[in-house]
Every structure is written in structure tokens, then in C-alpha cells.
């Protein structure tokens, strides 16, 4: 536009070999891009990361790039835009798409939106806070004196050890446990039993010496039981379902049960995670969502969006203060759970997130998926830490060792389940036994028993031969 006597910014004689600046943008680009700046166009590209993504893919763009923050992706969208004539063109063709206000009204103004935090939620935070930056503080404690006792050789042979014991793991019992595939399995704090959901709605436990069924409740959930899990003294056994319900069942002894009926989820509940605490419990959901609860008062704390299509597996942090939530956008998402934050999206994944799992040493993280590869995350760095080739068809669960870290395993449609080191994320055992794809595993204690289950209805349970 100009102004009445004036001239505008298309009429400005610019020679355009004029020498760059030191970021290497010559002046007609700088004035390019101050004129864009602006320009109304510029308030109209999307601040929301989901818009600015869905606007780089209409563009042909990539959606996201390794390392690629929020801020860096909607400064590309930008760069793109001033850059490019005809992708300004479309921009232009898309924000007149958009409901317009009838000629002689007022446009409102756009409102703040928020949900103010409960009294509930408030406490809730507060005891988080103190909870997480106290296990914080043990853990590197822990840390600094293994460092401080530190021993090259012993290190060394340690690591063998554990590599032998590890390839001797060998089929030792298997159950058919249900009369549908088996959703998951999770071996309770003491690894005397093992907890069992399945796509017939039925929840059960059996005893890890011998498979033997110790309690069932057939009809747990009306159409598919999602994922279980214990609380840390092995009394409390949580479930979702596909009727959206998160049950609670007393497991005092392996025996169930129901206790408390939650309800809030839309659609089916596939993520089910205890706090490390004991006194919450988070679901992840098909509606998008995950959730956190508080078990003692039996009300919903927190509902979270910010997932663009459903929620399938979430995870703890070990000190409490982090949630992972993974799902079929593809894009895994960090949360303080203190703060309701999202903190990290990790973007690396092209298929669904089946499965997430937090190693005890508190900053790797491995995501797993449709694309046949497991993803380690440092979350001390945005960066992705490493990348493991790790099966020929989808991977549905990733899990560290409970009491070191230093091995991960993850199971696959591929009938395999696989081991790792995680000193080089190098494979060192490959346990072969289901006839057909595996849906769940879990690692006792102390790494020397493990309980898996899938399509073939089994429960299967390997040892050290």
C-alpha cells in the first residue's frame, strides 16, 4: 500500500547485487522481509505447531525436521512464504477460505482460552513437585557416588556377564491364557505374578512359577481390555478398556478384586501407567487425550490434549515429574506433569507410537513403532540419540530393565523379541517362541525372567537356562 503522495515498497529502486549482510541477506531480501513483517499476512500465519505443520504439508514442505523446534518450524513456514511467490500465493488463496465476518460487523477479538487449575490440582502439583525433586535428588546421588567408585575393569567384566546371561534367556512355560489376544502383560513389584488383560475383555493373573491362572475376571471391560499395571506395593491392579472405563481391582496375592469404576474418556482407554507415587494414575485414550487421576478422592485431576489423533501408550518419568504420551501422529510428547506442559516433541517416527519407556537412569527414553525402529531420546538434548534397525514389521513394546537401564528389549509383529545393550544399543539375543505377533512383554526385577504375550493367545514366560 502507499500512501497519498508517497511511493510504496514495490517502487523502491534496490540494486539487487547489493552485498549481503553477515547472515548473508542482501538489502532487497531485508526489506522483503520487513514489508512482510508488516504486512496483515504476517498475524495470519498460525502460531499453533499443528497448523503451522498441516500449512508446510499443503506447501509440499516437510513437516517437521530433526531437531526442530516449535519456534525454528514456524520460522521455516515464514522464511518459505517471503521466499517463495507461490507459496505466498497459496497462503493467500487459504486465509480467504476462511469464515469471514459480514461487511458492517466488528471482529471480535480473540479471547484468551484457559481452564483454571482446581483446588485439587493445585495440591496435587505441590506434593508432585516435592516427590519428583526429592526422588531427583537420590538418583544423582546414586549417580555420583557410582561415579566416584567407578572401576574400568570390573565394568568391563560386569558387561559380559550380563551379555552371557542375557543370550541364555530360553522358553521356559507357555499358557494359553486367553480365548482372543492377549493385550498385555505386567509382572507385579515382587515378580510372583504376572498381570494379563486380553481383546476379550477378560483381566486375570497367573503365578510365575508355573503359568497357573490364580484370578480372573472375565468380563473386566466390554470389548477390549487395554493395558495393565500395578501400583509400587502390589496391591492396587489398574485397567482401561474400549468402554473407556479405568477399573481398579484390589490384588492383594494375585487375587482381584473391583474396587473403583472411573469414568471421563470418550472413547477406549489403550495407555494405563500408576504414578511412581502410588497415589495417581494416568490413561491415555483413542479420544485424544490423556488423563491423570487421583485414586483416593476417584476424581479426574487433569485432562490433557495436544495430540492430533489418539493417545495409545504413556509412561513415567522414574522421578515422577514427566509423562510421555505416544500415539498415531507419529509424534511422541514429553509433559511436566507439574506444570501441565508439554516440554519435548520427538519427532522421528513416519508410523504410529505403540509404545514408550523411560530408563531408570532418568534421561533416556525409547519410543517404538509402525516403522520397524526403536527411537533413544536423551531429554537432555533435543537431538535424537540414536536410531535401532530393530525389527522387519512393527515394533509394540520397548522396555528398559527395571533396575539399571542397562538393557532394553521390545517385541514384535515379527514374532521376535530382541535384546540391547544399552552401552551401544548393539542386538545381543534374539528369543524366538510365539507363532505369531507380539503385543506385550515386561522384565522382572532383577532381569533374569520375562513374561511376554500376543496374537497366538499365549502367555510365555523365559528364564536363564
Not at 559380559?160 to 543370550?167: D, G, H, I, V
Not at 495393565?228 to 490384588?251: I, M, P, R
Not at 544399552?422 to 524366538?432: F, G, H, R, Y
Request: glycine share 8%; proline share 2%.
Amino acid at each position: 500500500m502507499t500512501d497519498q503522495g508517497g511511493i510504496g515498497y514495490e517502487e523502491l529502486q534496490i540494486q539487487i547485487d547489493d552485498k549481503p549482510n553477515r547472515q548473508g541477506v542482501n538489502v532487497q531480501e531485508t526489506l522483503r522481509r520487513l514489508h512482510f513483517q508488516s504486512d496483515e499476512k504476517y498475524h495470519q500465519v498460525p502460531t499453533e505447531d499443528i497448523e503451522v505443520r498441516r500449512l508446510l504439508g499443503l506447501l509440499g514442505e516437510a513437516e517437521c525436521r530433526t531437531g526442530e523446534d516449535e519456534h525454528a518450524r514456524r520460522g521455516r513456514l515464514i522464511e518459505l512464504l517471503v521466499s517463495n511467490k507461490s507459496y505466498m500465493e497459496t497462503f493467500e488463496d487459504l486465509m480467504l477460505k476462511r469464515p469471514s465476518v459480514a461487511e458492517g460487523n466488528e471482529i471480535e477479538e480473540d479471547e484468551e482460552f484457559y481452564t483454571p487449575a482446581s483446588r485439587q490440582l493445585i495440591e496435587a502439583r505441590k506434593f508432585l513437585v516435592g516427590f519428583s525433586v526429592c526422588n531427583a535428588r537420590k538418583r544423582l546421588q546414586r549417580e555420583t557416588q557410582s561415579a566416584i567408585e567407578f572401576d574400568m575393569k570390573r565394568e568391563i567384566k560386569e558387561r559380559r556377564s550380563q551379555a552371557q546371561r542375557l543370550k541364555s534367556l530360553a522358553l521356559a512355560g507357555s499358557q494359553v491364557a486367553a480365548a482372543r489376544p492377549v493385550s498385555h502383560v505386567r509382572l507385579s513389584p515382587d515378580d510372583r505374578y504376572a498381570a494379563i488383560s486380553s481383546w476379550d475383555g477378560s483381566v486375570k493373573t497367573v503365578s510365575t512359577k508355573c503359568l497357573e491362572v490364580v484370578s480372573v475376571v472375565e468380563r473386566a471391560h466390554c470389548g477390549k481390555a487395554g493395558e495393565v499395571d500395578w501400583n509400587a506395593t502390589g496391591d492396587l491392579l489398574a485397567t482401561g478398556g474400549e468402554d473407556g472405563l479405568l477399573k481398579l481391582f484390589s490384588a492383594a496375592a494375585g487375587n482381584l478384586r473391583p474396587t473403583i469404576v472411573l469414568e471421563g474418556h470418550e472413547r477406549r482407554i489403550a495407555g494405563t501407567k500408576f504414578h511412581p507415587s502410588g497415589k495417581y494414575v494416568a490413561t491415555g485414550s483413542f479420544d485424544k487425550t490423556w488423563r491423570l487421576w487421583d485414586i483416593q478422592t476417584r476424581q479426574e485431576l487433569l485432562l490433557q490434549e495436544g495430540h492430533s489423533r489418539e493417545v495409545y501408550c504413556i509412561a513415567f518419568h522414574c522421578d515422577g515429574g514427566l509423562l510421555c504420551s505416544g500415539g498415531f501422529d507419529c509424534t511422541p510428547v514429553v509433559w511436566d506433569v507439574r506444570s501441565g506442559k508439554s516440554v519435548m516433541s520427538l519427532a522421528g517416527h513416519i508410523k504410529p507410537v505403540y509404545s514408550v519407556d523411560w530408563s531408570p537412569n532418568g534421561y533416556h527414553l525409547a519410543t517404538a513403532g509402525g516403522d520397524g525402529v526403536v527411537n533413544i531420546w536423551d531429554v537432555r538434548k533435543t537431538a535424537q540419540a540414536q536410531t535401532i534397525l530393530a525389527h522387519d514389521s512393527t515394533v509394540s513394546v520397548v522396555r528398559f530393565d527395571k533396575l539399571s537401564g542397562k538393557f532394553l528389549m521390545s517385541g514384535s509383529y515379527d514374532k521376535d523379541i530382541k535384546v540391547y545393550s544399552s552401552d551401544n544399543w548393539v542386538n545381543v539375543a534374539v528369543l524366538k517362541g510365539h507363532v505369531d505377533k507380539i503385543l506385550s512383554l515386561d522384565i522382572a526385577l532383577n532381569g533374569n525372567m520375562i513374561v511376554s504375550g500376543g496374537w497366538d493367545r499365549s502367555v510365555k514366560l523365559w528364564t536363564e537356562i
